[in-house]
């Protein structure tokens, strides 16, 4: 009696916590608690895994602007502005061409989530191109192709036929969403002559973000799993099986 008198009502003897295991699964009150904690739980497992990948994703897309920037901005920096007329009129034939094309290719290998670097002297209508590295899958256009203004060039257009500086842009090649940084490349009267340019395909950063989701998510429900089997046994033993004694 001693040893029992802080409690507000008799202990539940451990032969009676035993048998509630199977009695207290089919009670209606803890049928009730077990759905209330899996919706909350789940609940919060998405709102924390929208929430990680958005700011992972952001954090991604930040550190790849980042990256395809550096790569334009080493790119413009080993072509010489004052033969840009010679890269287009006679492309491998011109003297350092071939040189400048290895060290080119260099710094797209070296530079991280960077599909495509090249080259382009922007017109009214049409991109000229000097450079286009070759990747895995595709071959690069050869020195003074012409292609067309790409659509979600347009907003940008008149800046980049004046040689402004635009930086980076975001675009949108078929169904997928690209980033593009422009690096000017001047010639010895300070004049931008072209652009030196690195693509980013954000396809690329949602493989990672993928994979960081799969991770957050296992991560969570395992804490979440462990949790939810605390609560069931609180809830269980300490207000399902009393209160189903009392009624």
Request: net charge negative; proline share 2%.
């Amino acid at each position: 009696e001693i040893y029992n008198s802080g409690w507000r009502q008799k202990p539940i003897p451990k032969e009676e916590i035993i048998a509630s295991k199977i009695e207290g699964y089919r009670n209606t009150l803890l049928k009730k608690i077990i759905v209330m904690l899996v919706v909350v739980a789940s609940s919060f497992v998405a709102i924390i895994s929208l929430v990680s990948i958005n700011i992972y994703f952001e954090d991604c897309k930040e550190e790849y602007s980042i990256n395809a920037m550096n790569a334009a901005t080493f790119a413009s920096e080993v072509i010489d502005g004052d033969r840009i007329t010679d890269y287009i009129k006679w492309g491998e034939d011109t003297s350092d061409y071939r040189d400048t094309q290895d060290l080119l290719q260099k710094i797209l290998k070296n530079s991280q989530g960077v599909h495509y670097l090249y080259v382009i002297r922007v017109e009214r209508n049409n991109l000229v191109y000097l450079f286009d590295m070759d990747t895995g899958k595709e071959q690069g256009y050869t020195a003074g192709a012409v292609k067309p203004i790409d659509e979600s060039f347009s907003p940008y257009l008149d800046q980049l036929v004046k040689g402004d500086d635009v930086g980076t842009v975001i675009g949108k090649e078929g169904s997928e969403m690209v980033l593009t940084a422009f690096a000017p490349i001047k010639n010895s009267a300070d004049k931008t002559v072209a652009y030196a340019c690195a693509d980013i395909y954000f396809g690329y950063m949602s493989k990672f973000a993928e994979e960081f989701l799969v991770k957050s998510l296992l991560i969570f429900s395992g804490f979440l799993i462990l949790a939810i089997q605390w609560a069931l046994s609180v809830t269980g033993f300490g207000l399902v099986y009393p209160i189903s004694k009392i009624t």
